[in-house]
């Protein structure tokens, strides 16, 4: 019987897809990664009422994913990462933010934890797949017999753009089983099959920080660690002009409006991070639009790097509309993308992530949007 291991949250997703695989015929085993979370913050900090529970693995997740493992009849361990996830995951999470670049941890997460430390546990447990409850497909190409990347049928849950690092080794050794489904559907699998978490609500945050509130975590995370803080410095408009300060680069995103502290006769709007000069650049929404932007870290599904430019769909953020492009590789790992239509507020730090194939649903690869 073929060995799979299902990386179990105590969410709908993951419980559904053990349930799914159980009833294909595989022997299942369940593994939850006890991940890093904030230590209990003392009552006289400022944010004593901060939860320090790591919402992906809290004491209440365990006990769902136990209580799930349990109905199906498959065991259930828990694996401690926490050391690794805080230094390849939060660590650069914070330095990426300090650097006026805003990342996505998930994307690393998945590359360099999922799919590299709990995919080695798999495979030592003599499983030959590990399964998550990502909402993507694979296959193989009858051309090349290389494995594909394929975006989620359904276009709301698509989860692709945080899966595009994975390399031909880790998806040959993946499963996807709800890359043919929706939501909706899935809630009403998991309440068909008495799972006891079929109307638990779905967690949008990052889950090492509490309350979505990353400023928040920033500044713990500096008081905690003894790095270094987020410094003030000069908001300036495109000219150079100073029109104020602000409170540290990683307390601002791309785009944002609100909270600049500056007034105009206009609205002003944040155009870019300068770490060079620790200066937050302001000006109009029109200046927000760009159609070119270079990559960095680029990877591809196929294992090669095209020699030549090509042309896909571009995502430049998780929710955004893939808008067609060109890619020119260089050397290094980098690649410039121009769009064929100017996309809004690109921001250094996020992915972008090309497709391509007859549907628009073969996932190519990607890269690290740059300054």
């Given amino acids: 019987m073929t060995r799979v291991v299902v990386g179990m949250s105590g969410g709908v997703d993951s419980s559904v897809a053990a349930a799914l695989l159980r009833e294909q015929g595989y022997d299942v085993v369940g593994i939850m990664l006890r991940l890093w979370s904030e230590p209990a913050p003392d009552k006289t900090d400022e944010d004593a009422e901060t939860a320090a529970e790591n919402t992906c693995c809290s004491l209440e997740s365990m006990a769902d994913a136990r209580r799930v493992a349990a109905h199906l009849g498959i065991p259930f361990y828990v694996v401690n990462v926490e050391q690794p996830f805080q230094q390849t995951i939060v660590d650069y999470f914070y ?10 941890p998930c994307l690393r997460c998945n590359r ?23 909402y993507v497909r694979v296959d193989d190409d009858p051309a090349t017999g290389l494995r594909r990347l394929r975006t989620g049928l359904s276009a709301e849950k698509d989860q692709s753009y945080v899966l595009h690092v994975l390399t031909q080794q880790q998806l040959r050794h993946a499963l996807f089983p709800l890359g043919a489904y929706t939501k909706p559907e899935v809630r009403a699998m998991a309440a ?14 990052i889950c090492f920080v509490a309350n979505n509130d ?5 500044r713990r995370y500096a008081q905690s660690t003894g790095r270094t803080a987020p410094a003030p410095g000069p908001i300036v408009d495109e000219a150079g002009q100073t029109l104020g300060r602000h409170s540290g680069l990683a307390h601002y995103t791309i785009g944002q409006r609100k909270g600049l502290g500056v007034s105009a006769r206009e609205p002003l709007h944040v ?20 159609d070119a932007f270079s990559v960095r870290q680029t990877t591809f599904t196929s294992g090669d790097t095209p020699s030549l ?9 998780y929710k955004a509309v893939p808008v067609p492009a060109t890619v020119t590789p260089l050397d290094g790992g980098r690649a410039v993308v121009r769009l064929g239509r100017p996309q809004r507020a690109i921001t250094p730090g996020q992915a972008a992530v090309f497709y391509g194939g007859a549907d628009g649903d073969l996932v190519l690869g990607g890269g690290l949007i740059e300054d």
């Fill in 112 to 134: 360099y934890i999922r799919f590299t430390l709990l995919l080695e546990r798999a495979l030592a447990l003599g499983a030959d797949y590990l399964a998550t409850g990502h």
């Fill in 271 to 290: 155009l870019r991070l300068d770490p060079a000069r620790n200066a937050v650049v302001v000006g109009a929404a029109a200046a927000l639009d760009r």
């Fill in 214 to 218: 990353y400023r928040g975590f920033m």
């Fill in 192 to 205: 068909a099959r008495g799972l006891p978490i079929a109307t638990k609500a779905e967690s949008q945050e």
């Fill in 309 to 317: 430019p090509f042309t896909c769909a571009v995502k430049v953020r």
């Fill in 95 to 104: 330095d990426e933010y300090l650097a006026g670049r805003t990342p996505n």
